[in-house]
């Protein structure tokens, strides 16, 4: 990837990110029929420490520079462990309740709260274009949801309650200073995320003893692939500006349609379509306006 922009690559890296996402999502769903969301986020959290700390211990810059772990906005670091627990438990509860397509494709909201989000506390500004593209697929996310039809249920809220925290996980990413590792900024919101959901299963009695073994090997895929989905996912919105990306995180909903169709026997098209649609659109449109961009600046 070196030889491609800085932009290509952090689009790749995203698309990436959203792959292991719903990877995830369809082991969540999968194990949701016997442990609550709560526990699931603890495991998730405690094994998605995997991936940023081999990262570091493989990281040949960490280890000249000292091997540091203290960082500057540590309390900025911490505090998005709050979010990523708001996210997980609406997007696990979401998903257990929900078909899982549905509730993916509502979470993909996201979008819409990364460009708005930019604004105040990134100080970026954000074209006609980017906004006409997220706000296309908002329509498209609105038409999924179809708030005044016999199918809507305080449980379609959950996925737009995950997609406030992950957007603010996602923008935040910026505010960090860029001679910090990624892996070691994951690592101290992993932490922090593991502390609140561990204590969210104890004040709730959200707990339920492991009995199957291969249960633990699926608890330890949620947090590989929760873990390395965020580390990418990081690394992907410290490349570019957010507003830039956030529209790809639309491309998702194909492959978490593509898994429930697969694995959960789900195919609710009419349920998904039209909005389907605009979303993705939406994806499409900043594609084009940013080769447009491109082409201009050559």
Same mark, same amino acid.
């Given at each position: 990837?070196?030889?491609?922009?800085?932009?290509?690559?952090?689009?790749?890296?995203?698309?990436?990110?959203?792959?292991?996402?719903?990877?995830?999502? %369809?082991?969540?769903?999968?194990?949701? @029929?016997?442990?609550?969301?709560?526990?699931?986020?603890?495991?998730?959290?405690? /094994?998605?420490?995997i991936p940023s700390l081999l990262v570091l211990y493989f990281?040949?810059?960490?280890?000249?520079?000292?091997?540091?772990?203290? *960082?500057?906005?540590?309390?900025?670091?911490?505090?998005?462990?709050? /979010?990523?627990?708001?996210?997980?438990?609406? +997007?696990?509860?979401?998903?257990?309740?929900? @078909?899982?397509?549905?509730?993916?494709?509502?979470? &993909?909201?996201?979008?819409?709260?990364?460009?708005?989000?930019?604004?105040?506390? !990134? =100080?970026?500004?954000? =074209?006609?274009?980017?906004?006409?593209?997220? !706000?296309?697929? /908002?329509?498209?996310?609105?038409?999924?949801?179809?708030?005044?039809?016999?199918? /809507?249920?305080?449980?379609? *809220?959950?996925?737009?309650? %995950?997609?406030?925290?992950?957007?603010?996980?996602?923008?935040?990413?910026?505010?960090?200073?860029?001679?910090?590792?990624?892996?070691?900024?994951?690592?101290?919101?992993?932490?922090? %995320?593991?502390? =609140?959901?561990?204590?969210?299963? +104890? !004040?709730?009695?959200?707990?339920?003893?492991? @009995?199957?073994?291969?249960?633990?090997?699926?608890?330890?895929?949620?947090?590989?692939?929760?873990?390395?989905?965020?580390?990418?996912?990081?690394? %992907?919105?410290?490349?570019?500006?957010?507003?830039? !990306? $956030?529209? &790809?995180?639309?491309?998702?909903?194909?492959? $978490? &349609?593509?898994?429930?169709w697969v694995f959960f026997a789900e195919a609710p098209f009419?349920?998904?379509?039209?909005?389907?649609?605009?979303?993705?659109? =939406?994806?499409?449109?900043?594609?084009?306006?940013?080769?447009?961009?491109?082409?201009?600046?050559?």
């Amino acid at each position: 990837m070196k030889n491609l922009s800085p932009f290509t690559q952090a689009v790749v890296t995203i698309l990436f990110a959203i792959f292991l996402f719903d990877i995830m999502g %369809a082991i969540i769903k999968h194990l949701g @029929e016997r442990y609550p969301p709560q526990q699931l986020s603890m495991f998730r959290n405690l /094994f998605g420490l995997i991936p940023s700390l081999l990262v570091l211990y493989f990281s040949k810059q960490w280890h000249e520079a000292g091997r540091p772990i203290y *960082i500057r906005q540590w309390k900025l670091a911490l505090g998005r462990g709050a /979010f990523v627990v708001l996210a997980q438990f609406c +997007f696990y509860l979401s998903l257990i309740k929900m @078909e899982f397509a549905t509730a993916s494709t509502i979470a &993909f909201a996201g979008p819409l709260f990364v460009t708005a989000l930019s604004i105040p506390l !990134l =100080g970026h500004t954000v =074209g006609t274009w980017r906004w006409m593209a997220v !706000l296309i697929g /908002f329509v498209g996310i609105l038409l999924v949801m179809r708030p005044t039809s016999d199918v /809507f249920n305080w449980y379609t *809220i959950l996925p737009l309650g %995950a997609a406030v925290g992950y957007a603010s996980v996602s923008v935040t990413a910026r505010l960090f200073d860029e001679t910090v590792p990624t892996a070691t900024i994951n690592i101290y919101s992993i932490v922090a %995320a593991f502390v =609140g959901s561990t204590a969210l299963v +104890f !004040l709730t009695d959200g707990f339920v003893a492991i @009995e199957r073994m291969e249960d633990w090997f699926w608890l330890i895929g949620i947090g590989i692939a929760g873990g390395a989905a965020v580390y990418c996912l990081i690394s %992907a919105y410290r490349m570019t500006e957010p507003s830039n !990306l $956030s529209p &790809f995180e639309y491309f998702g909903i194909p492959f $978490s &349609f593509a898994l429930g169709w697969v694995f959960f026997a789900e195919a609710p098209f009419d349920r998904l379509i039209p909005g389907v649609f605009l979303i993705i659109g =939406g994806g499409l449109l900043v594609v084009w306006r940013e080769r447009q961009n491109r082409k201009k600046n050559s």
